[in-house]
């Protein structure tokens, strides 16, 4: 989350249920949500959520900027 702030809009949130904080993100507008969890640490990969599908998928970390500027976030 720190290096991509100086890049886009961020937001660390880790209380509730992930359901609970996809919620909460989806009532705010935001357009997607990339979470890093357990498997993570062993697979360095990181879920992204689409607000508008549902839809999820696992990249790789390395690929988070890359993602982002493809989906027009400012970087």
């Known amino acids: 989350e720190h290096e ?5 809009k961020t937001d660390y949130d880790d209380a509730g249920s992930i359901g609970k904080r996809y919620r909460r993100q989806d009532e705010a507008g935001t357009p997607f949500c990339l979470t890093y969890d357990f ?9 992204i959520r689409f607000r508008d599908t549902l839809k999820q998928e696992r990249i790789d970390i390395t690929r988070v900027r890359e993602f982002l500027a493809e989906q027009g976030i400012g970087i």
Do not use: Y
């Open 39 to 47: 498997d993570s640490e062993n697979d360095q990969k990181v879920t």
């Open 4 to 8: 991509l702030r100086q890049f886009c």
